[in-house]
């Protein structure tokens, strides 16, 4: 079946940086799109990166700049750099593919 497994979030100061990593099972990863969505408490899930099979990206306009989606098709992995990290980045991160099949989350929080 199909799993994806999200890993890497934590606490970083406000300014920091932080990768998180999506381990994908059970598709043929290489050929398929995937994007990452963050939920903060009391707001609803957000799409923030989205990658498609050949690697084109885009991106929220809060996240422009700061956040990087990478896929290594190798590793059956997608990737997202967090860098110059905010107190209102801080959420549970999922990954997910076709808004169908969701990882657990991981939550990253960001200290002021």
């Known amino acids: 079946q199909v799993q994806l497994v999200e890993s890497g979030g934590g606490v970083v100061q406000a300014g920091g940086s932080l990768r998180v990593s999506c381990a994908v099972s059970g598709i043929a990863f290489r050929v398929n799109a995937f994007g990452w969505w963050r939920q903060a408490p009391g707001k609803q899930r957000e799409r923030v990166a989205f990658?498609?099979?050949?690697?084109?990206?885009s991106y929220a306009d809060s996240v422009k700049g700061r956040f990087t989606i990478s896929r290594d098709n190798a590793k059956n992995t997608v990737f997202l750099q967090m860098n110059s990290l905010k107190a209102e980045d801080t959420a549970v991160y999922y990954c997910?593919?076709?808004?169908?099949?969701w990882g657990q989350g991981t939550q990253v929080t960001v200290s002021s």
């Open positions: 990658i498609n099979a050949g690697s084109s990206t």
């Open positions: 997910s593919y076709n808004q169908i099949y």
